[in-house]
């Protein structure tokens, strides 16, 4: 289904003189400033939010390539603040919006570099964000330094932050595990900038935003701390990069954006995307979300009957399955974690793994047996 994206009247009122909204404008591009068209949606309403905010890139004078090419740097005027303390002013206002209408369990990302990062994070922290962890973008083709005068700047950082220090917010690591091959996913991420066919061109051909973030850090990022039907905000939305990739997976998503011209190219662009299929979306199943489940279950519906063996992977010792679903071997006996314990001398076992169950003279662990369980749940 193709999503057509709604341009709401540009609205610059004061919260107090505009009407809040019942209901959620899913997926739908507002047009305005982006603290008047918050201040309309709900209390904890979504459940992230993605900022790519003005970088406040204070560029003196025009930079040429060494051909003499002059560089397409950022020189709009929704980059322009007259001083430090007007940028401040304007980060305190939108991140007041933004903990407003993010839910107790959603987290917010920030990207910014080195010319407005560090004033944000500080920002962040004073309206009571607890920040959970700085990524580090690196640039796997960053634009040389032509002058010469300094390293070449080569990443920008992200900030991913909840509303307190105990908020239960999402974090698909399972997910992130299986995108880095197996491996902890790591918070040094390489990927590409925006080029090529990904860039989007306005109508005299030419890039239509000067900083269009890659689809590939919004995928990561999706992926990473939503789930399929999650409510995904994005209050600068440029060239509609959040809600194209939100539209792929499943997610809804709410984009605000002043810019006449962005909002016509992320229209077309969002209208173009199409959604993966439901199976695809489906990711590994994060531990910590599924139910718990006693051995006791396993025993009682026959999987694991009582009186079978278990051992462990190298076949050292040899447990007996009671009907209450404890084991006993040698001088020990309790729970599969216990007992595992006790017989390696250590302090604690994940008996689900250290377990196992012959079939058919191939050991399976006994968590297998679980994971069966649970899909027939």
Known sequence: MNVIARIAEPRTRLRQS????????????????????????????????????????????????????????????????????????FTRRWLAEARRILKDSGTIWVIGSYHNIYRVGSLLQDADFWILNDIVWRKSNPMPNFRGTRFTNAHETLIWCAKDETARYTFNYRAMKALNDDLQMRSDWVLPICSGGERVKGDDGAKAHPTQKPEGLLYRILLACTKPGDVVLDPFFGTGTTGAVAHRLGRRWIGIEREAAYVKVAKQRISSTLPLDESAMQTVADKR???????????????????????????????????????????????????????????SCNGWTFWHLDQAGSLEPIDALRQQHLSAL
């Open 18 to 89: 505009i009407a809040p909204r019942f209901e959620l404008p899913f997926d739908e591009i507002l047009q305005g400033d982006c603290i008047a068209e918050m201040a309309t949606l709900p209390d904890k309403s979504v459940d992230m939010i993605f900022a790519d905010p003005p970088y406040n890139l204070q560029l003196g004078g025009d930079l040429f390539r060494p051909e003499g090419g002059r560089v397409d740097a950022v020189d709009d005027d929704w980059d322009k603040f007259d001083s430090l303390a007007v940028y401040d002013d």
């Open 289 to 347: 979300s599924q139910p718990r489940v006693a051995f006791g279950l396993l025993v009682e519906s026959g999987l694991v009957p009582a009186g079978s063996t278990l051992t462990d992977s190298k076949r050292r010792w040899s447990a007996s399955v009671r009907a209450d679903g404890s084991i006993a071997c040698e001088a020990h006996s309790g729970s599969i974690h216990k007992v595992g314990a006790a017989l390696q001398g250590a302090p």
